[in-house]
Each structure stands twice: as structure tokens, then as C-alpha cells.
T-cell receptor
């Protein structure tokens, strides 16, 4: 079955540690996105990538980093510089700019 | 100010009722998405539309480009429809830089 997988579903980390969230898709989509969701707020764009080896900052990129070495994979690293990292993180992809976006199941990150 | 506004924020209704969720946007968009998020957090795309009306089962989505307004309707609502419904706009340039999301409408359908 084609789709987007994110792992792990729940993640705990100690303050000051970096952590990497996985996002893999087998839909052959060119574009991939990372969004953050906080209670009472809409999803906000962290980073996006239109093509392998290229990515752009979204609205709230500070404290995050990404890589796009393979078309299928778009991992997100939450660094210790991110002041408020506890949130729900969603990965998405689409095949072209005018096409429907597909979402992964999300990773809930809690910083202790 | 959020560029995509939804109303109501919360809605509780009885099973069988006709449900309407509204979405207004203040920026030009090329398409509007309606998404459904269940308690586990996963998001499912319900509709993507740029004009007119779309129907899928008991769900109907409409959009009025001139008025910058879209509605999601649920006919014969059922408890399994309970979820957060989110509208999101794709930019007028195609939205290559992602979607702009509303804050969501939390719908509860009581049996």
C-alpha cells in the first residue's frame, strides 16, 4: 500500500537534546512538507522540499533542520535551539504543486 | 491574524442532524482543501476544490471564489463523523510552499 509513514508515533526527549523525526513516502511524490500542530492553532509549515537535495524554510523554521538526500525520505531534526519543541509533527507530500496533499500519521514529541 | 478562518470552533449535534462548517479566507488561493483529523492525530484529505461543489457520500463541499468562502456539509450525521475538520488554502501560485490552515472545527455527534 502506498502512503506516508512517520516514526515513532510518540517520542520523548530531554531538554537540550537533538532528536530526528522520520518521514518516508512510497508515493513517488516530488514535494514533501513538515508541519507543526499546537493545541488551538492551525498547522504551521516548518520546512518543505520540492525536489531531492533542495529544501526551503517555512514560517517557523528556527530551531529545526531537514535533509532531502532521497526522494522517499525527508527527516526533520528538532534541535536544542528550538525553544518550545513539544508538539505534534505532521509530514505531508504531493506529486505536484496543484495536487492533493497526503499526510502521514504524525509524531507526538514531548520534551521533558 | 490568521488568513484562514473557520467557524464554529466547536460544534456538538445530535445524530442525524445536518452539519455545516464554514471557512473564510483573506488571501488569493488556487484551491481549498477540507481535511479530517481523528483523535489519534492522523489527517485525511476529504476534498480539494477550486470552484463549485463536490460530493462524496454524505459529505458536500462548496466554494465561492468571489466571496472567498467555503462550506463543508455533512448530511445525516453519525457519531463516527466526530473529528476535527480543517480547511486549508493552497496559494494562488500553486502553493508550492505548502498550505495555510484554519484552526479547525471540533465536531462531536452525540448518539
Amino acid at each position: 500500500d502506498g502512503g506516508i509513514t512517520q516514526s515513532p508515533k510518540y517520542l520523548f526527549r530531554k531538554e537540550g537534546q537533538n532528536v530526528t523525526l522520520s518521514c518516508e513516502q512510497n508515493l513517488n511524490h516530488d514535494a514533501m512538507y513538515w508541519y507543526r500542530q499546537d493545541p488551538g492553532q492551525g498547522l504551521r509549515l516548518i520546512y518543505y522540499s520540492q525536489i531531492v537535495n533542495d529544501f526551503q524554510k517555512g514560517d517557523i523554521a528556527e530551531g529545526y533542520s531537514v535533509s532531502r538526500e532521497k526522494k522517499e525520505s525527508f527527516p526533520l531534526t528538532v534541535t536544542s535551539a528550538q525553544k518550545n519543541p513539544t508538539a505534534f509533527y505532521l509530514c505531508a507530500s504531493n506529486t505536484g504543486t496543484y495536487n492533493e496533499q497526503f499526510f502521514g500519521p504524525g509524531t507526538r514529541l514531548t520534551v521533558l | 491574524k490568521n488568513e484562514v478562518e473557520q467557524s464554529p470552533q466547536n460544534l456538538t449535534a445530535q445524530e442525524g442532524e445536518f452539519i455545516t462548517i464554514n471557512c473564510s479566507y483573506s488571501v488569493g488561493i488556487s484551491a481549498l482543501h477540507w481535511l479530517q483529523q481523528h483523535p489519534g492525530g492522523g489527517i485525511v484529505s476529504l476534498f480539494m476544490l477550486s470552484s463549485g461543489k463536490k460530493k462524496h457520500g454524505r459529505l458536500i463541499a462548496t466554494i465561492n471564489i468571489q466571496e472567498k468562502h467555503s462550506s463543508l456539509h455533512i448530511t445525516a450525521s453519525h457519531p463516527r463523523d466526530s473529528a476535527v475538520y480543517i480547511c486549508a488554502g493552497r496559494g494562488s501560485g500553486g502553493g508550492a510552499d505548502g498550505l495555510t490552515f484554519g484552526k479547525g472545527t471540533h465536531l462531536i455527534i452525540q448518539p
